[in-house]
Each structure stands twice: as structure tokens, then as C-alpha cells.
Nanobody
Framework: QLQLVESGGGLVQPGGSLRLSCAASGFTLGAYALGWFRQAPGKEREGVSCISSSRGSTNYADSVKGRFTISRDNAKNTVYLQMNSLKPEDTAIYYC????????????????WGQGTQVTVSS
């Protein structure tokens, strides 16, 4: 059974950093594009970042460019999201997702989802 489990969320002050992890089980991540999404209270879910299956090319939402970095470790079957210079508006539940896809990743069309991890940025 394909499963994604996020971890690493928490409470952090503005300007701080967090590193989210998403561990996969039941399948090998190598052939999958991986994405991070978030949903704040009362808002639509939005794509944050994705990384392709092959060359590891990445895409980022404009709101996080230069602050967030997505990476993957296929040997550990894990994808990461390093979040720096966090702002209160980054507060949300963060989800990782996977899709079998060759080529450049996009921030839509993901059939497999984790349960989410809460990130709260507040002083």
C-alpha cells in the first residue's frame, strides 16, 4: 500500500527555519515526481514546490522562491522541504504528494497524498 508520511512541522518564530520530511512506503520514489502543498485556514490548497523524478528539476511558487528548497533522497525514499526566513503567512498544514511522471514536474494532478503536518509561524 502506497503511503506518504510527513514530519518536521511545528511552531517557529518569524525569520526562523524548519525542515519538513516526507517518507514513502509501499513504493519507490525514484520514478515519481514529488510535490509539497499547503492549506491555510479558510484558504484553498496551493502548490508550494515540486521536484521531478529524473533530473531533479524543481519548481517553486513565487511566494516561496528564494526561501524554500525542495530536495529528494531516493536511497532513503524521502523528500524534504527546507523552509528558511519563515513568515506568518507561511502558517498552514503542509502536505507532500506523489505522481508517476516523467519530465518536468508541475503543481497539479497528484493522486497520492500524505496526512499533513502543521507549520505555525508566530512570535
Amino acid at each position: 500500500q502506497l503511503q506518504l508520511v510527513e514530519s518536521g512541522g511545528g511552531l517557529v518564530q518569524p525569520g526562523g527555519s524548519l525542515r519538513l520530511s516526507c517518507a514513502a512506503s509501499g513504493f519507490t520514489l525514484g520514478a515519481y515526481a514529488l510535490g509539497w502543498f499547503r492549506q491555510a485556514p479558510g484558504k484553498e490548497r496551493e502548490g508550494v514546490s515540486c521536484i521531478s523524478s529524473s533530473r531533479g528539476s524543481t519548481n517553486y511558487a513565487d511566494s516561496v522562491k528564494g526561501r524554500f528548497t525542495i530536495s529528494r533522497d531516493n536511497a532513503k525514499n524521502t523528500v524534504y522541504l527546507q523552509m528558511n526566513s519563515l513568515k506568518p503567512e507561511d502558517t498552514a498544514i503542509y502536505y507532500c504528494a506523489a505522481v508517476w511522471r516523467i519530465g518536468t514536474c508541475v503543481l497539479s494532478g497528484y493522486p497520492y497524498w500524505g496526512q499533513g503536518t502543521q507549520v505555525t509561524v508566530s512570535s
